[in-house]
């Protein structure tokens, strides 16, 4: 996250299935190269295995966007 110079995340929704956990949140970003601030949604996925994550997968909506923000 060194590309951001400030990140929020609202968790919205929690769902789970079997050992995997979704977590849909919405997210707000603000650029450390633009100085640009953006709100956008995401999923997070996790895998859980004898307690433990042992997989962790982000999927935001709008990579273009964020890459933007970003700078990138």
Do not use: I
């Not at 849909?24 to 601030?37: D, E, L, S």
């Amino acid at each position: 996250m060194s590309a951001w110079d400030r990140v929020h995340f609202q968790l919205e929704e929690v769902a789970g299935a079997g050992n995997l956990v979704f977590a849909y949140m919405h997210t707000v970003a603000k650029g450390k190269n633009t100085g640009k601030t953006r709100a956008f949604p995401g999923v997070e996925v996790f895998r859980f295995r004898d307690g433990q994550v042992v997989e962790f997968r982000p999927f935001y909506f709008d990579t273009a966007r964020a890459k933007a923000v970003a700078g990138d």
